[in-house]
């Protein structure tokens, strides 16, 4: 059994005793830069992947987000609408690939963004790396990827198994999203690990840090500074943030206002950093008992 046919394969290469989903050389992204983003479930993550691909598409590229969550509502505030996964799509056709054409999984979003939703198997039956996999491979074959500048796959949650580490093995660059608060910081630290042991093998490095949701960064900061991270970004927790999911719609489209105003910018601003170029980090995550001692309070 192979991991395009949904099995999962033990592997030594992402560590010793680790069970990953194997990349497969043949549906790789060589033809854009691509980012994956990570952090604690319902920290904001999709609200981040949106605004950003929107940022993106404002500075004139093409840009495809990939969401990566069973509940598909990633692309949401984009395309106004929850979209057909890809794995329902597959089954509508009984997995009969060449069945399908582009407008049945790929949709078009906000100024211009286009919009995937991978989904994930049903629970208990299999591994959602292979749904990435299967994503990518349609993608591949329909010629979509030839022409898109920015890929942004926006993962579930803080799960850092083989599976949901599989956009790792695709990304240039992981972002991950953070408030300025303890369960925050100890996601973002297992999320490091994970992304530092991918590091070994693949061309995935670490990007940076994107504070959201917290008035202040303080916490985050003194993290970044121990670790060898970096914070790319700040998001305060602003009430237009909470309206804006709810009239399903991106920031930049909202009412205009100064504080609005100024969050747009910081996308904006974000998103040419990554499009410039950032570092690759080389950070050191810590030890979990140390990580409680550090964020304690005394």
């Not at 920015?150 to 580490?165: H, R, T």
């Not at 999320?191 to 991918?198: E, F, H, P, S």
Request: glycine content about 10%.
């Amino acid at each position: 059994m192979t991991p395009l046919d949904g099995g999962i394969l033990p592997s030594r290469q992402d560590g010793e005793g680790s069970v990953q989903v194997q990349l497969d050389s043949s549906v790789s992204i060589d033809t854009a830069k691509v980012f994956a983003v990570y952090g604690k479930g319902g920290i904001g993550k999709s609200t981040t992947s949106s605004n950003l691909s929107v940022a993106f598409s404002k500075l004139g590229k093409r840009v495809l987000q990939i969401g990566c969550d069973p509940k598909h509502d990633s692309t949401f505030t984009l395309t106004k609408q929850l979209l057909p996964t890809v794995i329902d799509v597959l089954d509508s056709v009984d997995f009969h690939t060449e069945e399908l054409r582009a407008e049945d999984f790929v949709f078009e979003g906000y100024n211009g963004v286009m919009c995937v939703e991978a989904g994930g198997p049903p629970a208990g039956t299999g591994c959602g790396g292979y749904v990435v996999g299967q994503t990518v491979k349609l993608l591949k074959e329909h010629h979509l990827l030839e022409d898109t500048d920015v890929v942004i796959f926006d993962v579930l949650g803080d799960v850092v198994c083989g599976g949901f580490a599989s956009p790792l093995q695709h990304a240039q660059r992981a972002l991950i999203v953070a408030a300025n608060d303890f369960d925050s910081i100890f996601a973002m630290n297992r999320i490091v690990a994970a992304i530092t042991a991918k590091a070994r093998n693949y061309e995935v490095r670490l990007g940076g840090v994107l504070a959201n949701r917290s008035a202040a960064t303080d916490e985050i900061d003194r993290f970044c500074e121990a670790t060898g991270l970096q914070r790319l970004a700040h998001f305060p927790d602003l009430d237009v943030i909470r309206r804006s999911r709810l009239k399903k719609s991106t920031l930049f489209e909202m009412e205009p206002s100064p504080e609005l105003e100024a969050v747009q910018q910081e996308y904006l601003r974000l998103a040419a950093l990554l499009w410039n170029g950032t570092e690759p980090l080389e950070a050191t995550p810590m030890k979990d008992r140390d990580l409680f001692d550090f964020l304690g309070y005394d």
